[in-house]
């Protein structure tokens, strides 16, 4: 398993490194309706609603400073700092905040090359808690910017991918399985982005992700490869696939 995800970890740094330049902080943006420094302990207007999850968790968000409650957290993620927009999303995500899901949908990937993994973990892991309208927008963007990123082919696109990998694995949705079992299907894609693909796909824990499973191992079983190094990721991937069938409910 450490090896695998050393692999893995090695894949995504040689997509990524040396194209993002370290930024200052840079100032936030309020968004509109949503005040940054409440200048009044009364609720805002325009509160926004929190999930049940974070209404269960008051007693904690009582004793953070004002700068980490979720309006203002709501309103960093329009900051021109990708790191306030990264740390944002973050923090809205441990929090189970699924009202944040419309604003971190409506974000570009490619303007927010710095904030992208983390923008992409959020929606991945409140889907996960979200249920109706918010739920299936975080996963139809899961998707969308799934396939965009696959098309860009930026230099920060590949890390992107796996995160939407990832990602997917967190939603509790059929559609996801369905995205990415077609993925495990692309001869295209990498046997170590594959071994991402089935570590998400166990997380879904569907048993109608089995037959592709089954189709990938026996792809990959006897597939012939002579550089050692692949041959090896190959071998990773098996692994990870005998793991996934074994532990997929019947």
């Known amino acids: 398993m ?62 953070e400073p004002p700068e980490r409650n979720p309006d203002t957290l709501l309103a960093r993620l329009a900051a021109a700092d990708d790191y306030v927009v990264l740390d944002a999303a973050d923090a809205l995500a441990a929090r189970k905040v699924t009202a944040a899901i419309p604003i971190l949908a409506a974000i570009s990937l490619a303007d927010r090359p710095d904030a992208a993994p983390s923008v992409i973990d959020a929606v991945g892991r409140l889907a996960g808690v979200a249920t109706g309208r918010e739920h299936d927008l975080a996963v139809e963007r899961l998707g969308t910017w799934l396939r965009e990123e696959k098309a860009r082919r930026a230099p920060e696109s590949a890390g992107n991918v796996l995160g939407l990998y990832e990602a997917l694995g967190h939603t509790r949705d059929p559609d996801a399985v369905r995205r990415l079992t077609a993925e495990l299907r692309d001869p295209n894609v990498t046997y170590a982005a594959k071994t991402v693909i089935v570590d998400a ?47 997929l409910p019947t």
Request: glycine residues 2%; charged residues 30%.
């Open 2 to 63: 450490k090896r695998r995800l050393l692999v893995v970890s090695l894949l995504v740094l040689a997509c990524t490194a040396g194209v993002r330049a370290t930024r200052a902080p840079g100032k936030s943006v309020t968004a509109p309706g949503i005040s940054v420094t409440p200048s009044s302990p009364a609720p805002a207007p325009h509160a926004v609603e929190v999930s049940r999850h974070e209404t269960e968790d008051a007693p904690r968000r009582a004793a």
């Open 201 to 247: 796909l166990v997380r879904l824990a569907d048993p109608d992700a089995r037959a592709s499973l089954t189709a990938a191992r026996a792809e990959a079983a006897s597939a012939a490869i002579d550089d050692p190094f692949e041959d090896e990721i190959r071998r990773d991937l098996l692994e990870a696939l005998d793991r996934a069938l074994a532990s």
